[in-house]
């Protein structure tokens, strides 16, 4: 039994979160009933040193002396020095129980406290990866691509019935081509297709037989390992803390045999056996071709792929891509099990060395080791999904060998001879919404006058057409009411894909690639923001938040949103093209040449910009230099406003991961609990602040290079990053007051503006 073969379902990895629930609130318990001994047993010895205090007091010695020899004469010897036995055994006693209740804090209780926190990370590390695993499986889905598949076939059909009915040379010509492109998009995406389907077969696979098991099996590793752990330390609370009363040793003899009959491997046999039946008894079926895509195609087969004149540089390119990814991914792997292997070696190494107890001060070391194989694992997924593609694409090709791909089949001179029969069904083929489309373009084709004309006159294009009819108020049709009135006005922000003329790429954002280009209306240069086709449809709406805010803004130091294309594929965002380039990089390669009243102005732009958003309640959430642009006369521009959001009451709480958060340029406040201000943005120029005066240099690389995580744990501490050399003493000033830690302690952009515009003059 194991948690790899029994919990592997969600049902179990439900029963897996509250069990480690349930242990963390009995570590809670154990943490408060340890310490409340420990402030018993000190509270103890400090009650029997003030009873060896008493009995020391010079006059109680005097006292006690002649009452024995008024009383005893002949035995006051005797009793003093049992006295004095019992009283210095009495404070040895009290130097005992103080030993016990140190050794007991810097012991047990420590450990304790450190393990608790080790199985918070476990349990927030097996739940992050337990979900990444879980979208991935979910990720593989291939709705969209059966749906585009059904489409393409659909359209080669239409586009070959066209070309076998065309009549005129010139009609069939178009026709044939329009054909061979059809049936090139339907061959190309079945062959993305039968990819996929081998991708997502072999990731299921994998899922269910490795990547899962090994999570789970690690969890259970590490689960055991912390039984063992805890074990050790409720052994050295038993050993602190007996005591060899005849009616406390039967005590401590259950409790040591209690302890004894604790066995991490068996730990969790119980709990498994009760679980076990929740986990439904069979793997998900897995991804199969969907034989139903290829009822109306022709010459295509279910699991191989197409080849053929149209396909084979496609198929070649994408075997040598697939390749790149192998040799990348061996590359990765074997760092990887480098890691795994050294991890191994220095636990051997320290178990070896360790004295008993010591086992805690090594599970975050074992922690990594697990980890690190579970990435293995999962790069080996990665590696057999691919090389199940390669073999799939490299086979293919090797069925062609030094021969030319075959031509695709064009039937030139023969007409089905079910054509009378399609001609027939064809009102009942097409769809409501295709036979509106057809109706409505056919309205607006030329006739043999070559004038446009619905009912009545003829004009030379479409829009003297539109023009006479809002001005004569006729109906569009004699069969219809309608009576064209008044345009739909079109928003200013709205361009056409067809208005923008693009350049070179310039650089590459998070949504996709970054380029120069001019509007082909007035000659002007702008930068153009381009999606990626294949992001999901949530991070295009993110893509677009960006354009959202930016249109609400006219400020000289914002740069300018010109306007969106999304009336198709790829959407842009047009914005003015800022030709200093960031500002990051203008402090690194120009610096060196800026003054100090230079620096001063330039960030005196930056923060009026930053003034203007906080008037508009917008946070910027990612102020930092390399988002910022430098124009012209140096003039600095706030730029990428991807993560801004605009909240009426001035505070945006974050959900979801941290990944994307740049950590040394962000607010403890915002770290912590996911609360953006105006107030972190504040903290987030004092940074920017920093960059300038250091000229471009990483925050929290001097004196020591910080990586994300020393630099919250520092920060938190109350580190503050030291001045820039020659930075003037008021600009330091501002970022101290910048990274207060209270954010109500912290300056207005707007009082920031006003000093700043203070020391350029």
């Not at 090389?387 to 293919?396: G, I, M, N, S, Y």
């Not at 001179?413 to 373009?441: A, C, F, G, Q, Y």
């Not at 004309?453 to 294009?461: I, P, W």
């Amino acid at each position: 039994m194991g948690f790899a073969e029994d919990l592997w379902c969600p049902q179990g990895h439900a029963a897996l979160m509250k069990l480690q629930d349930s242990e963390l609130r009995l570590m809670e318990v154990m943490k408060k009933w340890v310490t409340q001994r420990v402030k018993s047993d000190r509270e103890f010895f400090v009650q029997l040193h003030q009873m060896s205090a008493i009995v020391h007091a010079p006059q109680s010695n005097i006292i006690m002396y002649s009452h024995f020899q008024c009383l005893h004469p002949k035995t006051s010897f005797s009793l003093s020095q049992s006295w004095n036995v019992l009283v210095s055994q009495t404070e040895s006693l009290s130097r005992i129980m103080r030993k016990h209740s140190e050794d007991l804090m810097v012991g047990p209780l420590s450990k304790l406290t450190l393990l608790i926190r080790d199985k918070q990370q476990l349990r927030k590390t097996y739940g992050e990866q337990w979900n990444l695993l879980n979208q991935e499986l979910c990720r593989v889905s291939l709705d969209r691509l059966k749906s585009s598949y059904r489409q393409l076939v659909r359209d080669a059909t239409q586009a070959k019935r066209k070309y076998q009915e065309a009549s005129k040379d010139k009609e069939r010509e178009k026709a044939k081509e329009r054909y061979i492109k059809a049936t090139l998009k339907l061959h190309e995406h079945h062959n993305e297709y039968v990819l996929s389907v081998k991708a997502a077969q072999v990731h299921h696979q994998f899922h269910y037989g490795q990547s899962q098991p090994a999570l789970l099996g690690a969890l259970q590793t590490l689960q055991e390992e912390m039984v063992l752990i805890l074990k050790e330390i409720l052994q050295e609370y038993f050993d602190l803390s007996s005591v060899l009363h005849d009616e406390v040793v039967s005590v401590h003899t259950e409790m040591a045999n209690a302890l004894k009959a604790i066995q991490p491997q068996r730990e969790y046999e119980n709990f498994i056996q009760l679980n076990r039946y929740i986990s439904s008894p069979f793997v998900p079926a897995c991804v199969e071709f969907d034989g139903s895509l290829l009822e109306d195609a022709e010459d295509l087969k279910p699991e191989d792929l197409q080849l053929n004149e149209l396909t084979v540089e496609g198929i070649q390119h994408r075997l040598t891509a697939v390749e790149e990814e192998l040799l990348g991914l061996a590359s990765t792997l074997g760092s990887q099990q480098a890691t795994v292997n050294q991890l191994e070696l220095d636990l051997q190494n320290e178990e070896g060395s360790a004295n008993t107890g010591q086992r805690v001060y090594l599970f975050s070391k074992r922690n990594a080791l697990e980890d690190s194989r579970q990435q293995v694992v999962l790069s080996m997924v990665a590696r057999a999904r691919l090389e199940a593609q390669r073999r799939l694409l490299a086979d293919k090709l090797e069925t062609l060998g030094s021969k030319e791909a075959l031509p695709i089949g064009l039937d030139d001179d023969r007409i089905s001879v079910t054509s009378s029969n399609s001609e027939h069904d064809k009102d009942h083929k097409l769809l409501n919404m295709d036979v509106i489309v057809s109706h409505l373009s056919s309205l607006f084709k030329p006739k043999y006058t070559g004038m446009y004309r619905l009912d009545g006159e003829g004009f030379t294009s479409v829009p003297l057409l539109i023009k006479h009819l809002i001005s004569s108020h006729q109906t569009i049709t004699k069969r219809t009411d309608i009576v064209l009135k008044r345009p739909i006005v079109k928003d200013k922000w709205v361009l056409e894909h067809d208005d923008v003329i693009l350049g070179q790429s310039i650089g590459r954002g998070n949504f996709g690639e970054v380029f120069s280009g001019r509007l082909r209306s007035e000659n002007t240069p702008v930068a153009v923001k381009a999606c990626r086709e294949n992001l999901p449809a949530e991070h295009k709406n993110k893509f677009l938040m960006e354009a959202r805010i930016l249109k609400q803004y006219d400020h000289p130091n914002i740069v300018k949103l010109i306007g969106v294309c999304t009336q198709k594929q790829p959407i842009y965002i047009i914005m003015e093209l800022v030709q200093g380039g960031d500002f990051l990089t203008f402090l690194r390669t120009e610096g060196h040449n800026l003054k100090t009243k230079m620096l001063i102005k330039m960030a005196e732009n930056v923060v009026s910009g930053m003034a203007y958003l906080e008037s508009k309640k917008c946070i910027h959430r990612d102020l930092a230099a390399r988002n910022c642009l430098v124009g012209e006369e140096s003039v600095v521009k706030i730029s990428d406003f991807g993560m801004s959001r605009q909240e009426q009451d001035g505070v945006y709480s974050a959900t979801g991961g941290m990944k994307q958060i740049p950590v040394k340029w962000t607010a403890p406040e915002a770290l912590n609990y996911g609360r953006y201000t105006t107030e972190s943005d504040v903290w987030s120029f004092g940074v920017l602040l920093w960059e300038t005066f250091s000229r471009g240099v990483t925050p929290y690389s001097i004196p020591h290079n910080m990586n994300n995580q020393q630099t919250r744990d520092e920060v938190e501490r109350g580190y503050r990053m030291p001045a820039p050399n020659n930075c003037p003493g008021e600009i330091y000033a501002l970022m101290c007051q910048c990274w207060q830690y209270d954010p109500r302690n912290r300056p207005s952009f707007r009082k920031l503006k006003a000093d700043l515009y203070a020391l350029c003059q």
